[in-house]
């Protein structure tokens, strides 16, 4: 028997096998399914379509807006939702559910380009941007990656030089979320005044800004890249943020991010269980459902408990968050754990569901290639790894240590050594 894409009923309530849902509070379980219906009718149905194509869903951004998921936790009076930081996860995870790649550009706008506005801006520079983009009525970038500058970004060479009472700003940024459709860039850059790492708002029709959409991504196709060069772009004085005071100010943009991408992760873990679930009941081999097969059950169990303890885990972290109480590498261990054990889901997803598990249109193949992009930004596995690592050992671990006697003394062993061979 065939069983169509659409065997994965819209409309019904989270999976909870745990029971987490008495972990809630009414406000976010409502926040929660609102956000779940208007996925459910509005991205659901034309997703696929828009990942085929590599279009960006343009047409969905003003809605977008109006669920209130832009920024959903920053405070009213910079018109946005003022939610807890659990239902902001939870609805990041139905956005996720519905396309990897519109979770994608919320992560950008939402999670890096307000929030660095919000954590490191003026307040004249938060009143004029956060509002317009909680709405979506303005897009933002955040660039921080360069092309010779990933996992590193301390090694950056994008500079900021003191002119006419401003900046001039020239240099690359690559991998850049919505830098092609944004009205304003948040860009780091190194700065010549104190010789830091700096924040800067450069509006898009600076004539020295210039962004090149990355073509043929095999990952979060409908949402865009790119790579941005500028040069000789002017700012005035007041485009700097106050608070971006060297490298480390990126930490709780960052931190800020992951976090949402950790819900991410869960979200398109739960889309590829709740398919595969619907799927496994409908098809059958040998006269019967492949769901009543011991191997078959064994790879949905697997899949249940791995979302069940990322949804614990999940709402830990957003009541940790909720009470300011988050440490940095924790939410790396958060972002690590959701995302590798969402890519072991869509893989046991896609097995599940046979050879059409590769047909776009039953969405697990999308999930499972939008999920190798969330493995690699927001600092890849390994990256937050080495952070997790460092945090329990009290040792850095990014780069390999110097060799303590680099040069053999003159004179010394080494050199009588090559001596006596000569
Ligand atoms: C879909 C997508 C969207 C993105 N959006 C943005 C954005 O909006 N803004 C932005 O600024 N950036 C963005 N990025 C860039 C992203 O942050 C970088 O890709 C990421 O930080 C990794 O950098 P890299 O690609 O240069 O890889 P590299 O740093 O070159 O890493 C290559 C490999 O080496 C490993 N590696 C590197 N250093 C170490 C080490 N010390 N120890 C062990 N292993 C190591 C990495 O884990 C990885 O496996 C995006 C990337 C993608 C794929």
């Given at each position: 028997m065939t069983v169509t894409p659409d065997v994965r009923q819209r409309g019904t309530p989270q999976v909870d096998f745990i029971n987490v849902n008495r972990l809630l509070s009414d406000e976010e379980r409502e926040t929660r399914d609102k956000v779940r219906a208007f996925v459910d009718e509005k991205v659901v149905p034309?997703?696929?379509?828009?990942w085929d194509k590599a279009q960006f869903?343009?047409?969905?951004?003003?809605?977008?807006?109006a669920t209130r998921i832009m920024g959903g936790s920053f405070e009213k009076e910079y018109g946005c939702a003022g939610w807890s930081d659990v239902a902001y996860g939870l609805a990041i995870a139905e956005l996720a559910r519905g396309s990897g790649s519109l979770a994608t550009f919320l992560h950008v706008q939402s999670g890096l380009a307000m929030a660095a506005i919000h954590a490191l801006g003026s307040e004249e520079q938060k009143q004029q941007w956060l509002p317009?983009?909680?709405k979506c009525e303005k897009v933002g970038c955040f660039g921080l990656t360069e092309p010779d500058a990933g996992s590193d970004p301390g090694s950056m060479a994008t500079t900021a030089v003191v002119s006419d009472g401003g900046y001039v700003i020239n240099g690359e940024k690559r991998w850049i979320g919505n830098g092609s459709m944004c009205d304003v860039a948040v860009i780091w850059a190194r700065t010549e005044d104190d010789n830091r790492i700096g924040c800067f708002l450069v509006e898009s029709d600076n004539p020295g800004y210039h962004a090149e959409v990355l073509p043929r991504k095999g990952s979060q196709r409908a949402v865009w890249q790119s790579h941005i060069a500028m040069e000789d772009c002017h700012i005035p004085e007041d485009a700097r943020l106050p608070e971006a005071k060297g490298l480390g100010s990126t930490l709780s943009v960052l931190t800020h991010s992951r976090y949402g991408v950790a819900w991410d992760g869960l979200g398109q873990a739960l889309d590829c269980y709740e398919t595969a679930l619907a799927y496994a009941k409908e098809r059958e081999q040998f006269g019967q459902p492949i769901a009543s097969f011991q191997l078959v059950q064994q790879k949905l169990v697997e899949m249940i408990n791995e979302i069940s303890l990322a949804q614990l885990l999940s709402i830990h972290m957003g009541r940790l968050k909720d009470s300011d109480d988050l440490d940095p590498a924790t939410v790396s261990m958060f972002k690590m754990n959701n995302v590798a054990k969402?890519?072991?889901?869509?893989?046991?997803?896609?097995?599940?569901l046979g050879g059409n598990g590769i047909l776009l249109d039953y969405r697990v193949m999308e999930h499972m290639a939008d999920l190798e992009g969330v493995y690699?930004?927001?600092g890849t596995n390994d990256v937050n790894t080495l952070i997790v690592g460092q945090a329990i050992t009290g040792i850095k671990a990014f780069a390999p240590a110097p060799p303590e006697n680099p040069e053999p003394e003159k004179g010394g062993k080494a050199e009588r050594a090559e001596e006596k061979a000569e």
């Open positions: 034309t997703a696929a379509e828009y869903p343009f047409d969905l951004l003003l809605e977008l807006g317009p983009m909680a969402a890519r072991k889901v869509a893989a046991l997803a896609r097995d599940v690699t930004y927001e």
